[in-house]
């Protein structure tokens, strides 16, 4: 049970009373009061009411520098001009067609093979969740197995084969979530995460029997964790070698640079999935990879009937292209650099923080994914993650959140290109500000 700092609740509160009254309310028809998305906060979350930028208001009037971005979504910031326009224009065209168009996938395709290494060929559909089952399905055909492998304290989804196993999301008995099948878990392998000898011993025993590792190239939900690009190079050999499909999961990294992580890398994978951002802020996913997989969808190459059959109603929706084909046109190979930079300036702040007062707090990440970690070792992987000081991590978020800095009270932050250095600095300044009230740091 995480203990708040009495005075920084208390000054919460006083300043939430209007997001606390409706809450209560809100409860009483959905659980945990919040529609959908990630609703963690302590001690309640505020209730949003507004957005522009990287600014945000709640419903007490209280304004926040977004460091959530839309829940990992808006990379260019809320109610960008450019998006909202391309989104107003198709609505007078067609909102949802469900059948298929002669422009905005085509366009929406062409896009992601242009940027994306892996990608030759590409199917839409809404979801993170979706699109990495659907991946695993595309491995499975292709291969003939039935295994996947991911990393120790990976999240991929909320789908039964993706929940079983170690997380840091929940913690279950035997890793098996409630409602989930126990002989699920038998079709998962688990390896450490930057570990690459570890994951080849794990790969090497096991492969004969798995069709796909699913991997993240930062693990977001467990804390913004950063693959070694020694890592992912070793884990495309062995899978290389193993004739595993590898598949990368970017539904939260594609942002980090003009290709994704696997273009920061300088790693391709078989099969990419990508979501969140790619939608311009509206529900968009897509699996893209090498043709010889992807085209076990194709009904024409096999005879009139496809090996893999998709269907995703709302996979592809007009609205949901035009926004997306606006968000990558913006996504230039310059303004990646810009937020990388700002991604650094933040990282090296927080380092620099732990350094100069002698305590263990440190940065992870790349691009515009950062965590911040208070824990005796660097947050490498699962079991360095795991010995985090939440506690002290939940109060300085507190703290933050005071003093105007939205996120989540695990300590994760997202970067819009909206941000620039004059608010970095001021987060910065902010976080100096809380170690002190907090009393987690002498005069230093």
């Known amino acids: 049970m995480i203990q708040l700092d009495a005075g920084e609740e208390q000054k919460y509160r006083e300043r939430t009373p209007r997001s606390r009254e409706l809450l209560a309310r809100t409860k009483q028809l959905i659980p945990t009061g919040h529609g959908g998305g990630m609703w963690y906060q302590l001690p309640y979350p505020v209730l949003l009411e507004r957005a522009k930028g ?45 059948a298929p168009d002669w422009d905005l996938s085509y366009r929406m395709a062409s896009l992601l093979v242009e940027r994306m ?12 969740t979706e699109t990495n089952q659907f991946a695993i399905r595309l491995a499975r055909v292709h291969t003939g197995r039935t295994k996947i492998a991911k990393a120790l304290g990976s999240y991929h989804g909320i789908a039964d084969q ?15 979530p409630a409602g ?11 390896f450490p995460y930057n570990d690459p000898d570890g994951m080849e011993e794990v790969l090497e025993r096991e ?25 992912l190079r070793r884990l495309r050999e062995v899978t290389a070698r193993l004739d595993i499909v590898l598949i990368f999961d970017e539904v939260v990294t594609f942002p980090v640079a003009f290709g994704g ?15 969140k951002a790619i939608g311009g802020g509206l529900p968009l996913a897509a699996v893209g990879g090498r043709a ?21 109603t709302f996979g592809g929706n007009q609205a949901s292209l035009a926004a997306g084909i606006a968000c990558l046109e913006l996504l230039t190979p310059e303004l990646h650099a810009r937020v990388q930079a700002i991604g650094d300036r933040a990282r090296s702040g927080i380092d620099g923080l732990g350094s100069r007062y002698g305590v263990p707090l440190h940065a992870s990440g790349i691009g515009h994914l950062f965590g911040m970690h208070w824990a005796p070792e660097r947050v490498v992987d699962y079991r360095t ?44 300044a902010a976080l100096e500000r809380a170690l002190h009230t907090l009393e987690l740091v002498g005069s230093g």
């Open 54 to 98: 990287c600014w945000i208001w709640d419903v007490d009037g209280n304004r926040y520098l977004d460091l959530r971005i839309g829940d990992w979504v808006l990379i260019h910031g809320h109610c960008d001009d450019r998006i909202r326009d391309a989104i107003v224009a198709q609505l007078d065209r067609g909102l949802q067609f469900g």
């Open 117 to 128: 290494p892996s990608v030759e060929k590409v199917r839409f559909f809404v979801s993170g």
């Open 162 to 176: 993706l929940v079983v196993g170690t997380s840091t999301i929940s913690i279950a008995p035997d890793k098996v």
């Open 261 to 275: 992580a696997q273009a920061y890398h300088g790693v391709t994978p078989d099969l990419t999935t990508m979501s």
């Open 180 to 190: 989930v099948l126990p002989r699920i878990a038998d079709e998962v392998v688990e």
């Open 385 to 428: 993650r795991m010995l985090d000081d939440r506690e002290k991590l939940a109060n300085i978020v507190l703290a933050l959140m005071n003093e105007g800095y939205y996120q989540m009270s695990f300590g994760y932050f997202l970067l819009s290109a909206a941000i620039g250095e004059e608010e970095i600095d001021g987060f910065l």
């Open 207 to 231: 492969g004969k029997d798995v069709a796909a590792v699913l991997i993240e190239p930062v693990m977001g939900a467990a804390g913004m964790i950063d693959a070694s690009t020694e890592f």
């Open 292 to 312: 010889e997989i992807m085209d076990l969808l194709d009904p024409d190459l096999h005879g009139g009937v496809a090996p893999v059959a998709a269907a995703s």
